[in-house]
């Protein structure tokens, strides 16, 4: 399984959940905190993220920036 | 997350374009105009065309689009954001010149310059952002309103005999002669964000050809307007935009 991460520019966030439904792995989850615009903010709330860069291309804030485990990482773990 | 092993190897896939300014959207929560405006920016990056594009913003929800798109623009008055670009364009025929337009922008106040802006064939790329509504002023019937769709100003939805039909803008200016490329694209799935991309890298690769306007409709929600969550709103548009503003190319050059 490849294994990637999200950073969340929590500061951007709306809350609007759209990420939610766009995520096949169900790793997103709204905060029960609030950001400086009053908003609950995104988050990821287990370690199944592969990477796959769908919850970038329905953000209509830009909040996302996707990383993905190298190939080279890969075959050194095989 | 605590491996820190996984952590050091990990590759950047996808960050938001240096071109989007790093200011917080004035849009509400779901807005479709976010995705749209950040996809044009990475195809701007994407050609390394920042210094040679111009945009023109237009009167509606994304009035702003100037504090968030890092390329030159310019503010249009109300629906003549396309005679702006050709005023552009004809001054400066080496840029790459774009209009950003809402359905109440481009397809009501703004009908006659569009459609002889397309029928003159002015090298520029026309992106259309449909939401069936007017979001900015507080969710009117605009033109592209739907059949029975409830608005502020059509609190009993859209009749047809007192209100009219819906204006397809798309499908009219598709069988204008200087129209090059016309095609409707959606950004509620990531898959249709990604095809949405690709149209607008043809809007803008087309420029080059002076051939003609490129016209890019995207569907977009209103989540807002039309009185319903982020969520539902994607699953409103699909029941009922898509049916009535059906996805794919309508002029595609060599093949009309």
Known sequence: MIKGTVKIATELCKGCELCIS??????LALTNNINLKGYKFIQLK???CTGCTNCALVCPDAVFTVFRQSKSSMKKAV | MEDNTVLE????VYEKPHTLSDTAF???P???HGVAHRLIMEVVEEMGIEEQTIGVAPVGCSVFAYHYMMVDMQEAAHGR???VATGIRRLLPEKYVFTYQG???LAAIGTAETIHT???GENIAIFFINNAIYGMTGGQMAPTTLCHQITSTSPYGREVEAMGHPLKMTDLVAHLPGAYYVTRQAVHTPNAVRKCKKAIRNAFEYQKLHKGTSFVEIVSNCPSGWRVNPADSIKWLEDNMLPMYPLGDLKVPGKN
């Open chain 2, 81 to 83: 954001a396309c005679a």
């Open chain 2, 9 to 12: 190897d990990l590759e950047l």
């Open chain 1, 46 to 48: 287990n370690d199944a």
């Open chain 2, 26 to 28: 004035h849009y509400c």
């Open chain 2, 30 to 32: 779901g807005c479709g």
């Open chain 2, 118 to 120: 397309v029928n003159r």
């Open chain 1, 22 to 27: 766009a995520c096949p792995q169900d790793c």
């Open chain 2, 103 to 105: 359905d109440g922008d």
